[in-house]
């Protein structure tokens, strides 16, 4: 995915086995897709707090925070209780709406982490693609809506 591009539509279930679907959420305000590799490993985690801790910021933006990993419905219900998440995860077990948005491979290995803008069209406004600083991932995230 390019900034300027408009981000696949996609349906997958999130951590309470609902479907969530990104096209019906569109014309809303805007939509922050973070991409990451595993529930409860040290950055992700820290990277899933950051998005919780400044939720109410994206809230008052009205903006939405979704997080999509290969884990089960399962997992992602046991890191959003760990860690009291207040927003969806997704569950993208065999990486096809990863595939779509063309989020690279970290190291050429595993899943990559990248954190998607999209604004309430659905066009791409922002990326951010950093393996190791899960934290700044939000802060990324917060400054694009800013100049949307």
Same mark, same amino acid.
């Given at each position: 995915?390019?900034i300027?591009?408009?981000?696949?539509?996609?349906?997958?279930?999130?951590?309470?086995?609902?479907?969530f679907?990104?096209?019906q959420?569109?014309g809303?305000?805007?939509?922050?897709?973070?991409?990451y590799?595993?529930?409860?490993?040290?950055?992700?985690?820290? +990277?899933?707090?950051?998005? /919780? $801790?400044? *939720?109410? &910021?994206?809230?008052?933006m =009205?903006a939405?925070?979704v997080?999509?990993?290969?884990?089960?419905?399962?997992?992602?219900?046991k890191?959003?209780?760990d860690?009291q998440?207040?927003?969806?995860?997704?569950?993208d +077990?065999?990486?096809e709406? /990863? $595939?779509? *948005?063309? &989020?690279?491979?970290?190291? =050429?290995?595993?899943?990559?982490?990248?954190?998607?803008?999209?604004?309430?069209?659905?066009?791409?406004r922002?990326?951010?693609?950093?393996?190791?600083?899960?934290?700044?991932?939000a +802060?990324?995230?917060?400054?694009?809506?800013?100049?949307?």
């Open positions: 995915m390019k300027g591009e408009i981000a696949p539509d996609f349906t997958l279930p999130d951590q309470n086995r609902q479907l679907n990104l096209g959420h569109l809303k305000g805007p939509i922050v897709v973070f991409f590799p595993k529930d409860g490993s040290p950055v992700c985690t820290a +990277e899933a707090c950051s998005f /919780r $801790d400044k *939720f109410a &910021v994206f809230q008052t =009205g939405l925070v997080g999509i990993s290969t884990d089960s419905e399962a997992s992602h219900q890191f959003v209780a860690n998440l207040p927003y969806t995860l997704l569950s +077990e065999k990486g709406v /990863r $595939d779509a *948005f063309k &989020v690279p491979k970290a190291f =050429g290995l595993g899943p990559g982490r990248v954190t998607y803008i999209l604004d309430k069209q659905g066009i791409v922002g990326i951010f693609s950093n393996l190791l600083n899960g934290k700044q991932h +802060e990324e995230a917060l400054a694009i809506i800013r100049k949307l």
